[in-house]
Each structure stands twice: as C-alpha cells, then as structure tokens.
C-alpha cells in the first residue's frame, strides 16, 4: 500500500493532462488516469474522435507508468449538460456548456468517482490555481499564470468542497513550458494540436449539429429601421454579436447607419423571441451592440457567498480582457440570488446565456449567467 496520497488524474489524451500527470508523480503522489467518455452519440465519426484520445491518453499512462481507468459518463452528460444545453438554445439563449460540463461532470460525477477509488483530491490540466486563504481558510480559485491560456473563467462555479480537493499543476506554468516537459519526457502526444470546440459537437459544423435536436422556425430579419432585409432560419441558430452566416451580405441601406456606411458589414444585435424576428445592425460598435449593464441569475460564489457589493473587474465572455465593474448583489422576491454589473466602459454583444464571471485581481470570485443586458434604443414595435 502507498504511503504517498493518491491523486485521480483526468487523462484527456492532450498534453495538459499528460503533463499534469507527469508532474505529480515528480511531487511523489501515486497517481491513476482516468479517461473520461462523455459522449456516445455518433462518436465514431471523423468529428468525435474520443476513440483516438483514449489511444493517446493510454499511451501516456504506458510512458508514465501509472494505471488509467475509462469511465463512462454519457448518461450523466445527457442528463446534465446536454439537456441543459438544447433547452437553452431552443429558448434563443447561447450557452456555454464548458461551463456545465466542469461544474457537473468533471467536478462532480469524476470527482465522486476518484473518492470511490480512495483518491485524496483529483487534478485535470485546466490552467488555474488554488489556494488557501491563510487568513479566512477559504480556497480561492486563481488565474492561471499563463495570461493567453487561463481557464478560471470556466471553472467558476466550484464551490469550497470542490475546490478543497482539486489540483491544477499547470496552472503554474506557460504552455510552451508544458510543451517542453512533454517533449522532454518523451509524450507521445508533446505535438498534440489542443482540442477547440464543445466536446460533443468537435470540429463539425455547428448549424448542422444543431438542426438535428432543435425545431426550426423561420422568420424575417429586420434592420434599424424596421425594414425586413432577409430571412433568418431559426433564431436558436444566432447568437448576438455574429457577422457570418445571416445571408444579407449584399444589402445597401439608405443612408449610412450610425456607425457604418453602405458596406459596412452586418451583426446580430437582438433576438426578439416573441415575434421571431433577428434584428441587425451595421457597424461593429453600433449602440445596440454595447451595453453598459447587466443582470445575471443561476449565481455560484467560490467562498459559498457574494461579495461584498464594491468595484471589481469581470469578463462577459471567455477571450476578453477584465473590465472594470461595480457589483450590486440583489435577491428576488422567491430569493434566488441575482447580481448586477454596471461596467465604466460599454461592453460589446453582452450575450443572455453566457456567463459574466467575477475577479478581484487574480481571483476568480465566481459569476453568473447572463440573463439580460441593457443596451441602447430599444427596436421599433
């Protein structure tokens, strides 16, 4: 029996996770893989490759001399995440369902499995950071210290006892860095491109996956002014923000826009659900693209509570830079908690669905989903 503590790492068959792994064993843990299979539906296609990452996640088990286990989480992704995912596209939300898979597959059903095995904490190759406060006790998630790589923005929904048992190894480290161990060691997977995309869906086209589990219902795209420019072929199929695919490229307007003139390319500026219409505007900075407030629900606090209300700074989507803010932490009337941010600068295509997370310095206090953003004039009725 090992009298080093037990660490469950999740093997994903990319580098991070091999690397993780590798530097755990240095520390003098005794670490087993896990394989993760979160999805089953038409998983042998060109799009999916879970069959190929498993290959590589056991040909770096085999290299690191560790033990790797292939769980099946399908049923509890379904469940959890998917569902949740075409609910709120079929609502005309955009979600992010990274986010859900963190809080309720990889920090959940992995975790609960690793303890099951004897496991003291778990570790993935997500790059972020945990500490312990010395002053409050707390566990605080940390940036990752690779600016272009970190991942708190994902993670922020882990709560204390979450947090309490999971490592990051290369949260401490910059991806070239990791490259260089893997290759180093001998990984077979050191050149391994990093994945991109949502896990169930690869690198396939998004429109296409989405047709297949949610109704389509037509109907007409409005500029500024009320005109009807285009058709739209289902408003799930939008998110706010987007400038290809909405089919309107040749459409001059009479007179330039505020913000754009007679070519000025078109994005999505509101998705009107009760009349099934997808209003455009020209010009990436035009007002109803920016907003300056917003509200989010479905609140999740690292410490188990808000922070005091006050100046903090927050990102409304993954690859932005933090914009400062001010927090106001209000309840509603059932007493589900809701937060408002009021941002110094406008924030361009604030999109619902999304999530607006939290951060005083490097660290991640937690978020929200966005549930609704005021922004400029609204459309004619």
Wanted: glycine share 10%; with cysteine.
């Amino acid at each position: 029996m090992s009298h080093f503590p037990r660490v469950v790492v999740g093997l994903s068959g990319g580098v991070d996770s091999a690397v993780s792994a590798y530097l755990l064993k240095q520390q003098g843990y005794e670490v087993i893989g896990i394989f993760m299979k979160n999805w089953e539906d038409d998983d042998d296609s060109e799009y999916c490759s879970s069959n190929v990452d498993f290959v590589d996640a056991a040909a770096v088990a085999d290299v690191l001399g560790i033990e790797i286990e292939h769980v099946n989480f399908a049923a509890e992704y379904k469940d959890r995440v998917f569902s949740e995912f075409v609910r709120e596209y079929q609502a005309g939300r955009t979600p992010n369902p990274d986010i859900l898979c963190n809080a309720e597959i990889k920090f959940k059903s992995f975790l609960d499995h690793a303890m099951r095995l004897g496991a003291e904490k778990i570790a993935t190759g997500h790059y972020a950071r945990v500490r312990q406060n010395p002053d409050t006790g707390l566990h605080e998630l940390l940036k990752g210290l690779d600016p272009s790589k970190d991942q708190s923005y994902f993670l922020y929904r882990l709560n204390q006892a979450q947090l309490s048992k999971t490592l990051f190894p290369v949260g401490e480290l910059h991806k070239t860095e990791v490259r260089r161990i893997a290759e180093q060691i001998g990984l077979p997977n050191a050149k391994k491109k990093d994945s991109t995309g949502i896990c169930f869906i690869g690198e396939r086209p998004f429109r296409e996956f989405l047709n297949r589990y949610i109704s389509k219902e037509p109907g007409p795209i409005k500029d500024p002014t009320g005109r009807i420019i285009g058709q739209h072929v289902g408003l799930s199929f939008y998110t706010l923000g987007q400038r290809q695919g909405l089919g309107i490229g040749g459409i001059k307007t009479k007179g330039a826009q505020r913000g754009g003139g007679e070519h000025t390319p078109w994005f999505v500026a509101r998705k009107d659900i009760p009349n099934n219409t997808l209003w455009v505007v020209q010009g990436h900075d035009h007002p109803w693209l920016l907003s300056l407030q917003l509200q989010a629900t479905d609140v999740s606090w690292c410490a188990g509570q808000a922070p005091a209300p006050g100046a903090y700074a927050a990102k409304t989507r993954y690859r932005q830079t933090d914009a400062p803010c001010s927090l106001q932490a209000l309840s509603t009337p059932d007493g589900s908690s809701v937060f408002e941010l009021s941002f110094s600068d406008p924030q361009w295509a604030v999109t619902p669905g999304q999530s607006a997370v939290l951060y005083d310095g490097e660290v991640c206090l937690g978020g929200g989903v966005i549930h609704s953003a005021s922004a400029c004039p609204n459309p004619p009725a």
